[in-house]
Each structure stands twice: as structure tokens, then as C-alpha cells.
């Protein structure tokens, strides 16, 4: 499949008042056409910052993109001018963003929200705009008829639904689709997940679903990325990243998941705290929380060793330490 996304060595840093927040670091993603990617990490482990990397919307300052590239349909978008990312961004790439009760302008009308993101980049009349408002309406399951409404009166669900009917309002390439549940209750995350996959496959966009959720990941996406403090630790097909996990720190992330097969009367929750990003642990930055961790760990940076495309970032993949459980492979979970 031809690479609509790639990006390589990507660095995203904010500095303020003599501190540097390393938050992307390294990072390396690839997306074909008509994929799904999960990234997945904890709050703070640059999940967003990647996405407004990509969008080039990283606030500056005090956010700077330090280094790499990203290359969408063969361009580098962080060498285009700003005119030319302005026509990329709502046409080939959208994003959803996190809260839908913050995302739409209270004063407008649904309709004139979509209306003006048609209008920009397709030079619609305002009739023929609202026209299409209206099918974009339908296609996400919002009657036509409420174009002339105003977004207070509609539920979060629905409100949902309004921004992502704005995001592929002209049929983008690329969606990012940043925690798009999140301020949603159980039944209508079902809901508006279904509706991504259906329109997914209708209009043959690619997503980058960022989110802290497995279970959205194993309902939406075919390739699956581990984020810990600004690196990919692991990443590979849904199929690798579920039944053949290596990394402690995504053996971590399964173990506390309560199972519906196991009785048992605690979970197991990962040990201690995501790393402060202006002061990262030196060698590996998942080492003060792994418990595999061993004097090697935190003198030396894992690099990255690829299996069948399975990709993971520990010192045991590489010998460089013996554990024989995780080298052994915790397969079938």
C-alpha cells in the first residue's frame, strides 16, 4: 500500500523560563491510504503535540518543531509555505478535536459552521454551501432540517457528530481524531465510533485515532502505537500489539484492565508516575517504573529493533540485558 503518512525523527520541544519540555521525541510513523492508526498513551505523553505537529498548529512560542519530517502524499509539510498548509489543512487533513462542547462557536448555526469550511476550500455559493451542509448533516445521522440550529441545542453525542461532519466536510485524506470520545457517556461512544468506521470506509479517508483507550483501539484500528513520554516504544499491527505485546511498559497497560475471564480482587496497576518531561530519566525513560529494569537500563537509550514489522524500543530485544520472560514472549493474552 503507497504511504500516505511518514513521518521520521520527529522533535517537538516547548521552552519557557529556562526550561525545555521534550515532548515528541524521535518519533517515526507510517500510515497507507485507507488505514487506521492508534496512538495510545497516558495524559501527557504527546499524543496531541504529534497531532498539532502534523497540522502545524504546535503553538510558537513556546512550542518549536526542532527537527524531522513529515511527509504527506510525498510533500514535506514542514518545508510548504504557510498558504499552501492552510489549503492542506480541512481539505486532506482534518482533526477532530478533544472536548465537542468547546469545539463549535455557540453563536453560530451548525449550518454555517460547515457551510464555511465548504466555502473556503471548494468556492461554493452560500446556497450550494448549506446545500451540502445539509447531506453532510444526514450523513452523520443529524436531520437535514436542523442546519438553522444553534449548538446549545444539541446533546454532547450530537454535538459530536456537528464536528465531525465539519472534519470531513471535504472529504479529507487524512483525519486526526484527537480523544474523540472522551466527554462522551459509554452507549454514544459505541455510537459515533461506528459512524467514524462507516464513514471511514464510505469516503477511503486514513485516521490517526489518538486516545488512552485499548478498547476503541482494538473496535477501530488496524495499527496500533505505544507512547510513553514523547517515544514510540512500541508499534505493529493490532494482531502484534494485542496477542504478541513485548514491552513491559504495554504488558503494563493490559494487566491493568480488569478481564471478564480472570477472578481476581485487585487490578494491577503500572507503579508510580509518568516522568516529569523537563527532567527525563536518563537511558530508558520507562526504567524507574519497569519491573524488568536493570543497572544497563538507565545508563542506555534502546534503540529500536523491528521483527516482522513489529517494532519495540527495550535493551532485552537487543541482549544488551537477560529477561527471559519477556525475551520468552507473554503470547495469547
Known sequence: ME?????????????????????????EIELAEGETLGLVGETGAGKTTTALGIMRLVPNPPGKIVSGEINFQGRNLLTISEEDMRAIRGRQISMIFQDPMTSLNPVLTVGDQIAEVIQI?????????????????????????????????FSGGMKQRVVIAIALACNPKLLIADEPTTALDVT????????????????????????????????????????????IIESGTLYDIFEKPKHPYTHGLF?????????VTRLKPIKGLMPDPTDL???????????????????????TTIENGHKVKCLAYEGVINVPELQEGRNGR
Open 255 to 263: 494487566d491493568s484492565i480488569p478481564s471478564l475471564d480472570e477472578d
Open 188 to 231: 454514544i461512544q459505541a455510537q459515533v465510533l461506528d459512524l467514524m468506521n462507516d464513514l471511514k470506509e464510505k469516503l477511503r479517508t486514513s485516521m490517526l485515532l489518538i486516545t488512552h483507550d485499548l478498547g476503541v483501539v482494538a473496535q477501530v484500528c488496524d495499527k496500533v502505537a505505544i507512547m510513553y513520554a514523547g517515544e
Open 121 to 153: 476550500h471548494e468556492k461554493l455559493s452560500t446556497k450550494d454551501a448549506m446545500e451540502k451542509a445539509s447531506e453532510m448533516l444526514e450523513l452523520v445521522g443529524i436531520p437535514g432540517n436542523r442546519l438553522n440550529d444553534y449548538p446549545h441545542q
Open 3 to 27: 504511504k500516505l503518512l511518514n513521518i521520521k525523527n520527529l522533535s517537538i520541544n516547548y521552552e519557557a523560563n529556562d526550561e525545555k519540555v521534550m515532548a515528541v521525541t524521535d518519533l
Open 281 to 303: 530519566p536518563s537511558g530508558c525513560r520507562f526504567h524507574p517504573r519497569c519491573p524488568y529494569a536493570q543497572e544497563e537500563c538507565s545508563k542506555r537509550s534502546p534503540r
